[in-house]
T-cell receptor, first 112, second 114 residues
Framework: GENVEQHPSTLSVQEGDSAVIKCTYS??????FPWYKQELGKRPQLIID?????GEKKDQRIAVTLNKTAKHFSLHITETQPEDSAVYFC???????????FGTGTLLAVQP | GAGVSQSPSNKVTEKGKDVELRCDPI?????LYWYRQSLGQGLEFLIY????????KSGLPSDRFSAERTGGSVSTLTIQRTQQEDSAVYLC????????????FGSGTRLTVV
């Protein structure tokens, strides 16, 4: 089955700096890679996703890049703000199913 | 409804009791998922329903856990003879279609076994 590894587990940046979170996956057939943001005590919310037919996708200050050859994908947040502080999870599908396997999460702290 | 609704939001139960957790997915979403999140931990897959297909139960941690989805809509996760290690937030999510798409999560049920 799919195995998703996520690094780093914690990340502290100064407001205005960039943050990068990386994930690797094991199933070469995986074709969909979402990122979720979970604020303290709240539900995970989808912030961006990418399908395997593109290498990069941007939405304002966030972007996701995908390297299918190396089987890794990354979340990039530019011009970080305190409200970006949260736990971020990556995920990849298990086999030819809709079941997502999640990474272990990255706690991002943006220092004002 | 407008979102995924879960009830109760909090449940405290005594060890050994049975509990039922309810999830009402977004109308029209064909897929429904249950995950478990222990304190400060990641999202552990439990079970997945897709349309009328047999559910994928591969993530259920023991035979004390079961789930059903009636009429392709509401789902109930049942934990029998609860143990302290069952304490966690149980998250339900739903998604549209038969190809993989982003999930919409509910707010979860926080289960505490005392």
């Amino acid at each position: 089955g799919e195995n998703v590894e996520q690094h780093p587990s914690t990340l502290s940046v100064q407001e205005g700096d960039s943050a990068v979170i990386k994930c690797t996956y094991s199933d070469s057939a995986s074709n969909y890679f979402p990122w979720y943001k979970q604020e303290l005590g709240k539900r995970p919310q989808l912030i961006i996703d990418i399908r395997s037919n593109v290498g990069e996708k941007k939405d304002q200050r966030i972007a996701v890049t995908l390297n299918k050859t190396a089987k890794h994908f990354s979340l990039h947040i530019t011009e970080t703000q305190p409200e970006d502080s949260a736990v971020y999870f990556c995920a990849a599908p298990s086999g030819a199913t809709n079941k997502l396997i999640f990474g272990t999460g990255t706690l991002l702290a943006v220092q004002p | 409804g407008a979102g995924v609704s879960q009830s109760p939001s909090n449940k405290v139960t005594e060890k050994g009791k049975d509990v039922e957790l309810r999830c009402d997915p977004i109308s029209g979403h064909t897929a429904l998922y249950w995950y478990r999140q222990s304190l400060g931990q990641g999202l552990e897959f439990l079970i997945y329903f897709q349309g009328n297909s047999a559910p994928d139960k591969s993530g259920l941690p023991s035979d004390r856990f079961s789930a059903e989805r009636t009429g392709g809509s509401v789902s109930t996760l049942t934990i029998q003879r609860t143990q302290q290690e069952d304490s966690a937030v149980y998250l339900c999510a739903s998604s549209f279609g038969f190809t993989v798409n982003g999930y919409t999560f509910g707010s979860g049920t926080r289960l505490t076994v005392v």
